[in-house]
């Protein structure tokens, strides 16, 4: 997957073909002005069209004028609110979430797709009407993943139908809403009758050159590569990103899949029985063209080769290891740290050296010490764990298969976590804890050299352990983490983002532990409103603040994750009125906060009221633009922070990306 290889097999011939297109595809991308001109209308939404002008006011339109327009329109039914139906202005957003996002009806920290797709409870019924050209008629559907039962898609059908100028038929997306259906008496219309005897239709407008891979099964062991064209037999739910997608039965320009890969802009199609056709090509590289009316597939030779290569170098998607320094030998205090050093000793180590050295009014970097980069390559060498690596890299199951890397990075990890520690590196670090830190409880947190950079945070992928306050397990927490630059989903997130994995290193940074008695992150920007200038975003909670960021941070001593459910309390403030607005109040019913005997353990509360006062609110937000500033004032920052006696602390800083 990391390099071309120019000695592919060439293909011998190339195929073009005509299309019977009976209907409009969505190109993956929208034709110029869909959604960059200013909206016929600037209202968000409508709660019921009354008339064709409504609709044509909220519908975006790809390739007006021709026969293969589909005018759509997304409809959003809120059933917490009397089954309001919002009609959404889909020249404005693109997608549900985008316009319930924009009027904070859904926020950070929700998991939006659990809730709005797999839920029989869900709050939100989500979907689209479109005007069907083949057929003259309108039309209703639901993504074909979302499992809405029967008695949602019997509910939305009677909402539409009440609140449209003209009747709308369901179109099942899925054998299961099809099914479903059934027996609801309610007017239905399939794909087959809107296209029928059709054996091609172009669901996005695109070339691409890519691998064709025929997939007769999606499941947990299917590998799928960035540089793929994939040929389906069934439809995904999601995929990863890839350089085009061809799916063997028919398929709505609506669907969710189509959406990602007009997001990405690559080719997909419709054509019928691909898996067959192209079975010659299964492998190969080639470049595929979708067209309005035909598609074509030429082989991919060396000129072509050369051309993707450009191509990838431009994009970024060429393998590189961030930036290391493996002759730093030196255990460094974060007041000896500053950003550069990140090289060394990681750059969450190095980002708050950087904030502890600048001395931000009104805010604390406990201290702490980290670990360079030398002794995990060291430790990694002493134990023959490089050689795994290696050995596991060029291993073809592990390659090609997550199931079985899965397992095998889950045995390395543990491995490391049995390996030799060297006995000088062991008596230095407990020298310096108890010197430095005078013994007390630490965080033993990730600090790598692939996280927080401009264009890939990391976030999530580390593990780190909390409130150690013993030796032994103090070691044995250095190991944990310096293990979890092998987990599975942050050596998946690498490889996605073209980072080397025999490039990456791990530092592990010992720091004070805070007792927090709230906590929680903030971003310097509205992310909900890109316009909202110098606005701050703060998620807070009562107790660590644990609840609020990634899962791998929440383990104790004993590696057991503190389970804990919270939504967050959320605030925006908005520098140009000054304002303080509360957009959702914690459902807290436990906080997570030190066991005197190490780790972390999850106390009861009872308590109705906010987590921050607008007074703490203000604070942060003098905090956080102090820090922007601090690294430059060119990005924004994402803050990790804690309160402990009304003192604000800084847990850490790295570039905010969307």
Same mark, same amino acid.
């Given at each position: 997957m990391k390099k071309i290889s120019l000695l592919l097999i060439v293909l011998c011939f190339g195929l073009t073909v005509s299309a019977q297109l009976t209907r409009k595809p969505s190109p993956s991308r929208e034709p110029n002005g869909v959604m960059s001109k200013k909206p016929d209308s600037t209202k968000r939404a409508l709660n019921a069209i009354k008339s064709q002008e409504d609709f044509d006011l909220m519908a975006r339109v790809y390739h007006q004028n021709t026969p293969y327009a589909l005018p759509h329109a997304m409809f959003i039914i809120d059933r917490r609110d009397k089954n309001k139906i919002y009609y959404v202005n889909s020249q404005k957003y693109r997608f549900h979430k985008d316009f319930l996002v924009a009027g904070y009806m859904v926020l950070k920290g929700e998991d939006f797709f659990q809730n709005t797709y797999i839920r029989d409870d869900r709050r939100f019924i989500v979907g689209t009407v479109a005007w069907q050209t083949p057929i003259k008629k309108f039309t209703f559907e639901?993504?074909?993943?979302? /499992?809405?039962?029967?008695?949602?898609?019997?509910?939305?059908?009677?909402?539409?139908?009440?609140?449209?100028?003209?009747?709308?038929?369901?179109?099942?997306?899925?054998?299961?809403?099809?099914?479903?259906?059934?027996?609801?008496?309610?007017?239905?219309?399939?794909?087959?009758?809107?296209?029928?005897?059709?054996?091609? /239709?172009?669901?996005?407008?695109?070339?691409?050159?890519?691998?064709?891979?025929?997939?007769?099964? /999606?499941?947990?062991?299917?590998?799928i590569g960035y540089n793929e064209i994939l040929i389906l037999n069934e439809f995904p739910l999601n995929l990863p990103p890839v350089k085009g997608i061809i799916i063997s039965q028919p398929s709505t320009p609506l669907s969710h899949i189509n959406l990602l890969a007009k997001g990405w802009g690559i080719p997909n199609a419709y054509i019928k029985n691909a898996a067959e056709l192209f079975k010659e090509y299964d492998g190969r590289w080639v470049r595929f063209e979708t067209k309005l009316t035909d598609y074509k597939v030429e082989p991919c030779l060396t000129d072509c080769l050369n051309e993707y290569q450009k191509k990838a170098e431009v994009r970024n998607e060429v393998f590189k290891s961030p930036p290391s320094d493996l002759k730093t030998t030196r255990l460094a205090s974060l007041r000896e740290m500053r950003r550069k050093d990140s090289i060394a000793y990681g750059a969450k180590a190095a980002n708050l050296g950087e904030l502890m050295n600048a001395k931000i009014l009104g805010a604390t970097v406990p201290g702490g010490f980290s670990i360079p980069f030398y002794f995990y390559?060291?430790?990694?060498?002493?134990?023959?764990?490089?050689?795994?690596?290696d050995d596991l890299t060029n291993d073809i199951n592990f390659v090609h298969n997550p199931k079985v890397r899965r397992q095998k990075l889950e045995e390395f990890r543990k491995s490391i976590q049995n390996g030799a520690f060297d006995e000088t590196l062991k008596a230095e670090i407990i020298k310096k804890w108890k010197t430095e830190l005078g013994g007390k409880g630490v965080f033993v947190r990730s600090s790598s050299n692939s996280e927080d950079l401009q264009k890939f945070n990391g976030a999530g992928l580390y593990t780190s352990v909390a409130n150690v306050k013993e030796t032994d397990k103090l070691i044995e927490a250095v190991k944990?983490?310096?293990?979890s630059l092998w987990n599975f989903d942050a050596y998946e997130a690498r490889e996605r983002n073209f980072v080397e994995h025999d490039g990456v290193y791990m530092s592990a940074f010992i720091q004070l532990a805070i007792d927090?008695?709230?906590?929680?992150?903030?971003?310097?920007?509205?992310?909900?409103?890109?316009?909202?200038?110098?606005?701050?975003?703060?998620?807070?909670?009562?107790?660590?603040?644990?609840?609020?960021?990634?899962?791998?941070?929440?383990?104790?001593?004993?590696?057991?994750?503190?389970?804990?459910?919270v939504v967050p309390e959320q605030i925006l403030f908005t520098p140009k009125s000054n304002s303080v607005q509360v957009l959702t109040r914690s459902n807290l019913e436990n906080i997570i906060t030190f066991d005197e005997n190490g780790g972390l353990k999850e106390t009861p509360v009872s308590t109705e009221r906010r987590v921050l006062s607008d007074k703490t609110v203000r604070e942060l937000v003098s905090?956080?633009?102090?820090?922007?500033?601090?690294?430059?004032?060119?990005n924004d920052q994402d803050i990790e922070w804690g309160i402990m006696n009304g003192r604000i602390f800084l847990l850490q800083a790295r570039p905010y990306i969307n």
């Open positions: 639901f993504w074909e993943g979302d /499992l809405v039962p029967a008695n949602l898609i019997k509910q939305t059908y009677d909402i539409i139908n009440k609140t449209f100028f003209e009747p709308i038929a369901f179109k099942p997306n899925s054998i299961r809403q099809d099914e479903l259906s059934e027996n609801l008496n309610i007017n239905r219309i399939s794909s087959d009758e809107i296209s029928k005897n059709q054996s091609y /239709l172009a669901l996005n407008t695109a070339e691409g050159i890519g691998r064709i891979h025929i997939i007769d099964k /999606l499941d947990d062991t299917v590998e390559d060291k430790f990694m060498d002493d134990n023959g764990f490089n050689k795994v690596v944990t983490v310096w293990a927090m008695d709230n906590g929680g992150v903030l971003v310097t920007k509205d992310p909900f409103d890109a316009d909202n200038k110098g606005a701050v975003y703060i998620s807070a909670a009562w107790g660590h603040n644990l609840q609020i960021t990634n899962p791998n941070e929440q383990v104790n001593n004993s590696g057991t994750k503190a389970k804990v459910k905090v956080a633009n102090k820090v922007k500033k601090a690294f430059g004032n060119k």
